[in-house]
C-alpha cells in the first residue's frame, strides 16, 4: 500500500507563495504519473497539476503561470510550487498516484489564502 504525505500548506496572504511536498513511501519514479489536486469547500475536486505520459505537464488553466510541478526521485518526493497566490486557491490539495490500474491519495493539506 502506497502512503502519500502532503505537507506546506498553511496561511498566506494574496500575492504570497507556498510550496507543497508529497512524499511517497515507494520510490516514485515507478509510478506511472504523481500530481496534484484540490477541492474548494462546496466544490467538487479538481485537477491542478498533473505530469502527462508524453512528458508535458496539464495544469489548471486558473493556475498556469503561477503554479510549477517538479520532483526528486532521490527523495520520493513531488512538489507544488504555487506563486501569487489568490483567494480563490484556497483549497484542500491532495497528492495523487497511480501505478498501473491503482490509484492512491495523500490525506490533503490546507492552503487558505487571505485577501
Known amino acids: 500500500q502506497v502512503q502519500l504525505v502532503e505537507s506546506g500548506g498553511g496561511l498566506v496572504q494574496a500575492g504570497g507563495s507556498l510550496r507543497l511536498s508529497c512524499a511517497a513511501s515507494?520510490?516514485?519514479?515507478?509510478?506511472?504519473?504523481m500530481g496534484w489536486y484540490r477541492q474548494a469547500p462546496g466544490k467538487q475536486r479538481e485537477l491542478v497539476a498533473v505530469?502527462?505520459?508524453?512528458?508535458?505537464?496539464n495544469y489548471a488553466d486558473s493556475v498556469k503561470g503561477r503554479f510549477t510541478i517538479s520532483r526528486d526521485n532521490a527523495k520520493n518526493t513531488v512538489y507544488l510550487q504555487m506563486n501569487s497566490l489568490k483567494p480563490e486557491d484556497t483549497a484542500v490539495y491532495y497528492c495523487?498516484?497511480?501505478?498501473?490500474?491503482?490509484?492512491?491519495w495523500g490525506q490533503g493539506t490546507q492552503v487558505t489564502v487571505s485577501s
Open positions: 515507494e520510490m516514485i519514479f515507478s509510478f506511472n504519473t
Open positions: 505530469p502527462t505520459s508524453g512528458g508535458n505537464t
Open positions: 495523487n498516484a497511480r501505478i498501473l490500474t491503482a490509484i492512491y
